[in-house]
């Protein structure tokens, strides 16, 4: 199982650019990288997948260098509503219920 | 689309008594999970099923049950509730193929047990 570790907390201001890298050393070929955000008392809710190089949405950014033993999780110009807890989890679509949900980071945005 | 719906939010139990989380998905997902969560923890795996008929446990299976006798309905029970129950459940569903990693989320049920 590719277990992943990321920062437990994270503070920035609000209009700043947010990036939170993830380390997954024993991440397999078949694995994809996924991040979820959190708010408090709510389910975690999907952001972005990628497998490798760059994968961008409306929300995010997500960069995986070319090992794949990492990955970058990039909020552009975070609001004070980006306050939340984001996880990154990896693992093979065939077995997602072996997915780790680690501690996450606690990203606070100051106004 | 609901997407997935939980029922109920909230409940508090006595130690013993024993109930059930009711799961809903309208997304025609095969796969549906039940995870809890501690304060300040991330989520832990009880139980998942990969379609109606089949379910298996996950990390954390001990004092519930589950079963899945369709594919939208995914209910936990909860037998002789314990105080180490006392959590946050979250119900998901997902799509087979390189889709199963994105989970949707229910907005969760608060259990308390005294």
């Known amino acids: 199982l590719a277990k992943t570790t990321q920062p437990i907390s994270m503070d920035s201001y609000e209009g700043q650019e947010v990036n939170i890298t993830c380390s997954h050393n024993n991440i397999a070929t078949n694995d994809y990288i996924t991040w979820y955000q959190q708010f408090p008392s709510q389910g975690p809710r999907f952001i972005i997948q990628?497998?490798?190089?760059?994968v961008t949405n409306e929300v995010a950014s997500l960069f995986i260098p070319a090992d794949r033993k990492s990955s970058t999780l990039s909020l552009p110009r975070v609001s004070l509503s980006d306050t939340a807890v984001y996880y990154c989890?990896?693992?093979?679509?065939?077995?997602?219920?072996?997915?780790?949900w680690g501690l996450g980071t606690s990203l606070a945005v100051n106004p | 689309n609901a997407g997935v719906t939980q029922t109920p939010k909230f409940r508090i139990l006595k130690i013993g008594q024993s109930m059930t989380l009711q799961c809903a998905q309208d997304m025609n997902h095969n796969y549906m999970y039940w995870y809890r969560q501690d304060p300040g923890m991330g989520l832990k795996l009880i139980y998942y099923s990969v379609g109606a008929g089949i379910t298996d446990k996950g990390e954390v299976p001990n004092g519930y049950n589950v079963s899945r006798s369709t594919t939208e309905d995914f209910p936990l029970r909860l037998e002789l509730a314990a105080p180490s129950q006392t959590s946050v459940y979250f119900c998901?569903?997902?799509?087979?193929?390189?889709?199963?990693?994105?989970?949707?989320f229910g907005a969760g049920s608060r259990l308390t047990v005294l």
């Open positions: 990628g497998y490798k190089t760059k």
């Open positions: 989890l990896v693992g093979d679509a065939g077995n997602n219920r072996k997915l780790i």
């Open positions: 998901a569903s997902s799509r087979v193929g390189a889709g199963a990693n994105v989970l949707t």
